[in-house]
């Protein structure tokens, strides 16, 4: 499956984005979709997951994340949205989409078998 992202940009503190990850190919609703985020010299970083079926009890989010931002997924249109509100300055990063062949709702950029290219995301203070 190949995974393009976008919607990413530039907003201030407390402001709200939504990102998509669009994917090509068969079978997007047999994936585990995710989104990660990385920042200069770090580490990809988990953000937010969906099971395949897409329902409310099929999501994990960080901790730094929750309450701020929704993942939600569309398998007609092949695409996972993540909306973000209540943005901080420390959101600012690329962010990355994700596509995981097993079941469960990994946070471990080790556990994912496919990757977007990155849209990044920037909020002023």
């Known amino acids: 499956v190949q995974l393009q992202a976008s919607g990413g940009g530039l907003v201030q503190a407390g402001g709200s984005l939504r990102l998509s990850c669009a994917a090509s190919?068969?079978?997007?609703?047999?994936?585990?979709m995710a989104w990660f985020r990385q920042t200069p010299g770090k580490e990809r970083v988990f953000a937010a997951a969906i099971g395949r079926s897409g329902g409310s009890g099929s999501t994990s989010y960080a901790d730094s994340v929750k309450g701020r931002f929704t993942i939600s997924r569309d398998n007609a249109k092949k695409t996972v949205y993540l909306q973000m509100n209540s943005l901080k300055p420390e959101d600012t990063a690329v962010y990355y989409c994700?596509?995981?062949?097993?079941?469960?709702?990994?946070?471990?950029?080790?556990?994912?078998?496919?990757w977007g290219q990155g849209t990044l995301v920037t909020v002023s203070s």
């Open positions: 190919g068969r079978a997007f609703s047999g994936y585990t």
């Open positions: 994700a596509a995981d062949g097993d079941y469960g709702l990994g946070r471990s950029s080790a556990e994912y078998d496919y």
